[in-house]
């Protein structure tokens, strides 16, 4: 199974077919405590960065609905702040990328391009939902897109849209990733999020080749 396939099947159709329960928008409010059991707690760092992945659909019906989007966050930039863009990966998924210095407003600019997908009947094309962060005590800076990067251990919380839940992606190099630092934001915030039960489910979010964060 190619990254692609897995990824329809880890976040797609198999988990659709397998999801507990309805995914719900809201969910996404769960970051608005999450964020600051992070920091105060686990020693990581927002990255005033998140990112929306959907597949797309060949038809002008959903790009009216990817432009509403794009139009909603644009109407809601001067009242939050919140800078965006629309990408497409070497995956051939699309990501809504949301920068924002404040995380409430992140999840709430994160909410509203959620919720305006399904009032387009487009749920379905969601995939996750992603939040990043960087471990306290390397060096953030911005790049000259904007964006925050980190020399510090990266960690991310992943929302599983067919599932329904949250699950941690800790990346290292070499494309490893460490399990004892998931298990541990697991057990951290195991009550604030709705956490993924069922490991299988724990899908990394690899970066492009050359990419630092899964939308690049």
């Known amino acids: 199974m190619g990254l692609l396939d897995g990824l329809r099947a880890i976040l797609g159709s198999r988990a659709e077919t397998d999801a507990g329960r309805d995914a719900d928008p809201d969910d996404l409010f769960g970051m608005s405590t999450a964020y600051l059991t992070m920091e105060a707690d686990l020693g990581y760092e927002s990255l005033d960065v998140g990112a929306l992945c959907f597949s797309g659909v060949d038809s002008s019906d959903f790009r009216e609905a990817v432009d509403e989007v794009e139009a909603i966050l644009e109407a809601g930039r001067e ?26 407003d992140l ?78 934001l697991e057990s951290a915030l195991d009550g604030e999020l709705e956490i993924e039960r069922e490991k299988e489910y724990w899908y990394p979010l690899w970066p492009s080749e050359g990419g630092t964060h899964p939308w690049e």
Not at 97 to 104: K, S
Not at 108 to 133: C, N, P, Q
């Open 107 to 184: 999840i709430t600019s994160m909410h509203f391009a959620t919720d305006t997908f399904i009032e387009h009947g487009y749920g379905s094309r969601l995939l996750a939902a992603v939040f990043a962060y960087a471990k306290r005590g390397g060096a953030l800076s911005t790049r000259d897109d904007g964006e925050s990067t980190s020399t510090g251990e990266s960690a991310y919380w992943i929302y599983s849209f067919r599932r329904g839940a949250f699950y941690p992606f800790v990346p290292k190099s070499g494309r490893e990733r460490d399990s004892s630092a998931e298990f541990t």
């Open 79 to 104: 009242e939050t702040g919140t800078e965006f863009s629309v990408t497409s990966d070497d995956h051939g998924y699309h990501w809504v990328v949301l920068a924002d210095d404040d995380p409430e």
